[in-house]
């Protein structure tokens, strides 16, 4: 059983800073992209990417947190961490992570962590 759990979010003012985290954990051989996408509040809106690091360690942002968003990982650890820096009101959403990985039976796979509440206030 493989299972990805997300922490740090929660309620920062504008300009604040919050890390987020997410583990892996379970039967993983090997972890390859990591990444962060997010749904702002309303059903209409769409999961979107927010940041992905490819394993051997080269991130992508979108457009709208380039400069302000830092995505990381530890390999040894299945750990990737986004560090978002001055956050603005529109950063507000649920921030899920995503990973591929191979698992012990060498079959690739594709998860998501239940989510992170991050809540920006003006």
Known sequence: QVQLVESGGGLVQAGGSLRLSCVGSGSILRMNA?????????????????????????????????????????????????????????????????AEFYGMDLRRREMWGPGTQVTVSS
């Open 34 to 98: 990591m990444g962060w996408y997010r749904q702002g509040p309303g059903n209409q809106r769409e999961r979107e990417l927010v940041a992905v690091i490819t394993g051997g360690g080269s991130p992508n942002y979108a457009d709208s947190v380039k400069g302000r968003f830092t995505i990381s990982r530890d390999n040894a650890k299945n750990t990737v961490v986004l560090q978002m820096n001055s956050l603005n009101p529109e950063d507000t959403a649920v921030y899920y992570c995503n």
